[in-house]
């Protein structure tokens, strides 16, 4: 089966950094994604881990652990727009397609 | 031109009413997808067509119709529909194939069936 876990909601502050976990469960896997959704707004693309380590991306950064099912998202500087919620999202190779399975996203406040 | 357009952004329609979604994208992907979100959910893969062929329908009732008319266009025809079928209608490409393919999404169409 397919299982993607992740906090629902997480708070910080303006400034700091936080890290927002993933596990998941699926058949085959071919890459974690990232993806960063504000309210109304359609998900736009955060980053992408396909091999074990981590991938930086100016303040934000992706860690992968295929051994353990797990990935973080790591935000340093926190600026209040990066209120928002992200959703990590497994492109797992059963299936026809190797489309991408969603978390429920965790929704992250950032409070001055 | 890194750009998935969608029209209408809005919709309301009737349960007795046919309508359709567009999606536009000129980057060449040559894969294209229908997801469905709901308030507060992630997004539900409804269809996936990819080199213009429909190649996955994740159980999607009759009611909504996908149509992919060349590369760059993805049509969601909608017809007799249900009040909880009010959601937001995104649309994605990618790449068929390599590594790293990403999927773009467009902004969506909110769509109100009354």
């Known amino acids: 089966g397919q299982n993607i876990d992740q906090p629902t909601e997480m708070t910080a502050t303006e400034g700091a950094i936080v890290q927002i976990n993933c596990t998941y469960q699926?058949?085959?896997?071919?890459?974690l994604f990232w993806y960063q959704q504000h309210a109304g707004e359609a998900p736009t693309f955060l980053s992408y881990?396909?091999?074990?380590g981590l991938e930086e991306k100016g303040r934000f950064s992706s860690f992968l652990s295929r051994s353990k099912g797990y990935s973080y998202l790591l935000l340093k500087e926190l600026q209040m727009k990066d209120s928002a919620s992200y959703l990590c999202?497994?492109?797992?190779?059963?299936?026809?397609?190797?489309?991408?399975?969603f978390g429920k996203g965790t929704k992250l406040s950032v409070k001055p | 031109d890194t750009e998935v357009t969608q029209t209408p952004k809005h919709l309301v329609m009737g349960m007795t009413n046919k309508k359709s979604l567009k999606c536009e994208q000129h980057?060449?992907?040559?894969?294209m997808y229908w997801y469905k979100q709901k308030a507060k959910k992630p997004p539900e893969l409804m269809f996936v067509?990819?080199?213009?062929?429909?190649?996955i329908n994740e159980s999607v009732p009759s009611r909504f119709s996908p149509e992919c008319p060349n590369s760059s266009l993805l049509n969601l025809h909608l017809h007799a529909l249900q009040p909880e079928d009010s959601a937001l209608y995104l649309c994605?490409?990618?790449?068929?194939?390599?590594?790293?393919?990403?999927?773009?999404f467009g902004p969506g169409t909110r769509l109100t069936v009354t």
């Open positions: 999202a497994v492109r797992d190779l059963e299936g026809s397609q190797g489309n991408l399975i």
């Open positions: 067509y990819s080199y213009e062929k429909l190649s």
């Open positions: 994605a490409s990618s790449q068929a194939g390599g590594l790293s393919y990403e999927q773009y």
């Open positions: 699926t058949s085959g896997f071919n890459g």
């Open positions: 980057m060449g992907h040559r894969a």
């Open positions: 881990n396909v091999l074990d």
